[in-house]
């Protein structure tokens, strides 16, 4: 198995140390779309697609015309609050023909959620199967409410993926945290993590003797799961609980994972979607 750490959207939101690094609030802090891109057994897999190449197109100016009001507000948020970079050599696709692939090689997207920021290189590899829980699906394709309807872009699936879904509470377990193993990619695995959305969960890779936990969304820094000292900076707690989808199930979930460093720190690696430090620590 070889596992590439990749950076598939570069966002910029302001804050500095109220949160993330240590520069002045005014300016921008520096926060990633932190994915995977694993070569096992004759598959390529990719594990959360960041933003792709749909996304860089629909924010061109005749693209928000025709796209309507509810465009725009996209648009706005990813260029005024995120300030994502939107860069075309970021995205997946271009990453994995740099490494000498096509987007045809990619059998596989592992999706921790559905979020704007993880499944908009989906359409860029339309032959992959993409794997998912059952409850972020149905979250994601049949929004109840407005954070869903907002934080879940349409067009970015409406290529009509292959979905494989699974329900984590079936029956497996890993590290006893409730799971599903994935069809066809064995040694991966689902992880239950609610909370940030309905049916959002971590992405669990064995690599040889150990296993490598992509916690997607569960958490936004690496010191929040810091099992002595855990801590956190005032926007990314507050970003964080005014996305949340069920904040007690969010605070489990975090809480469980802190647990998990404490007891199996040295069977496993944890990562998360946007901490710079994490992607840094792989580069």
Known sequence: MRIHHLNCGTLRPLGGKLLAGDRFPALPSRLVCHCLLIETDGRLVLVDSGFGTTDIERTRLRSLVAGGPGQFVRTAYADVVLRAALDLEETALRQVEALGHTPADVTDVVVTHLDLDHAGGLA?????????????????????????????????????PDW??????????????????????????????????????????????????????????????DPVNPRSTPAAAGFQK????????????????????????????????HDPADLDRYG
């Open 242 to 273: 005014r996305f949340e989808m069920d904040g007690s199930a969010r605070r489990e979930s975090r809480q469980r994972l802190r647990d998990l460093k404490r007891d199996h720190g040295d069977e496993l690696e944890m990562l998360c979607t």
């Open 124 to 160: 860029d590899f339309p032959h992959a199967r993409v794997h998912l829980s059952a409850t972020e699906r149905a979250a994601a394709t049949a929004p109840r409410t407005q954070i869903e309807r907002f934080r879940y872009w349409g067009y970015q699936w409406e290529h009509g």
């Open 164 to 225: 494989k879904t699974y329900s984590p509470d079936a029956g497996d377990a890993w590290f006893g945290f409730e799971a599903s193993e994935l069809d066809g990619l064995p040694g991966f695995a689902l992880v239950a993590l609610p909370g940030h959305t309905r049916g959002h969960c971590g992405v669990a890779v064995q690599n040889g003797g150990g296993w490598l936990l992509h916690a997607g969304d569960a958490y936004f820094l690496y010191q929040e799961v």
